[in-house]
């Protein structure tokens, strides 16, 4: 999205006539519609565009008003993000148990690496609680006992905080539609796996389980299925030694563990690479998969080019590409 766009998102039960009634109003007022997306998933309705508001014929209240209004009529909830409301854009991280991830964006936040703020740390059981205090954020246990989570509180608080970033960090629970759709294109996710292999829980498990001697791990945009998201980041390790030292099976547990001691730290730099690319402008994504824009600065997809410029530039079966092979007639 270009700087100088209005972000419109609204969202709520499907029914007929709901894009007429939102655009006409706002053809009305002198605004331009840029860019238009919308979906529905079981009985929700999801519609985002870019308008270009700079000539309308209204202020920027009034618009919020009418369309405020015309969301109470239609029951939807309407949000409309004017370019430069505020210098500062604001990330809430969710997170359940591990805390590795959230210490590695913590750190990055407070370093000036990541450019934006950390508003909130959003979980769905209480444990990280201390580490979000000791660095002065917001945290909202939105969990019952069993770790469930209130969605609608959940969306409270994304709205108070006027959250620009969504950022799963080790998130044990999968999002509802109703959140996806609010913050498509706005919600990353570390998954502790080379995806789309191994997608779900218990990746390192299901890894070892197959006898995988190159692991890895991804950060990627949430979609509705489960894991399937654009993939932005993916960083691979050699499996140690140790993790098949003897039977994995007969102490699953401890080979799970020295895996996750190599891939913790890879989870965090992946995630924490995935966030600053975002949050620079950095990476686009269209039609299941990311873009790194023409005017990307220092990040780029894939491997490094130190190593990318071992790869080999020619293919192995050179026989098929002899002119000589070539010219010989097909039958």
């Not at 964006?105 to 690496?113: D, N, P, T």
């Not at 547990?253 to 690479?273: H, I, M």
């Amino acid at each position: 999205m270009t700087s100088d766009l209005t972000e419109i998102t609204v969202i709520g039960g499907d029914d007929t006539g709901l894009i007429a009634r939102i655009t006409t109003l706002l053809f009305e007022r002198g605004i331009n519609i840029e860019d238009l997306d919308q979906a529905v998933q079981g009985g929700v309705f999801r519609m985002r565009m870019r308008v270009d508001a700079s000539g309308m014929a209204a202020t920027r209240e009034e618009l919020r008003a009418d369309l405020r209004e015309l969301g109470e009529d239609l029951d939807l909830d309407v949000q409309v993000r004017f370019p430069g409301d505020r210098d500062t854009r604001n990330v809430a991280v969710m997170v359940t148990k591990e805390s590795h991830p959230l210490e590695r964006l913590l750190a990055a936040s407070e370093s000036g690496e990541l450019d934006a703020e950390i508003s909130a740390v959003i979980g769905n059981h209480d444990d990280l609680l201390p580490l979000a205090e000791e660095h002065g954020v917001p945290f909202y246990d939105i969990g019952d006992d069993g770790g469930r989570p209130d969605e609608e509180r959940l969306l409270e608080v994304l709205a108070d905080h006027e959250i620009d970033l969504v950022v799963l960090a080790r998130y044990m629970r999968i999002l509802s539609p109703d959140v996806v759709f609010r913050y498509e294109d706005r919600i990353i996710n570390v998954h502790p796996s080379l995806l789309p292999a191994f997608p779900g829980a218990q990746a390192y498990r299901q890894a070892i389980e197959k006898g995988v001697r190159v692991a890895g791990v991804t950060a990627h945009y949430v979609t509705t299925d489960l894991d399937q998201g654009p993939i932005i980041t993916q960083h691979a390790f050699s499996v140690p030694e140790e993790v098949y030292r003897g039977d994995p099976a007969e102490d699953m547990e401890a080979a799970v563990a020295a895996l996750e001691r190599v891939g913790q730290p890879l989870e965090a730099d992946a995630l924490l690479e995935a966030v600053r690319m975002h949050l620079a402008d950095d990476v686009v994504a269209g039609r299941g998969r990311t873009h790194l824009r023409d005017s990307a600065g220092e990040h780029q997809l894939g491997l490094p080019e130190s190593l990318a410029a071992d790869l080999p530039e020619e293919p192995v079966d050179s026989y098929s590409r002899h002119p000589a092979r070539q010219a010989s007639p097909q039958k």
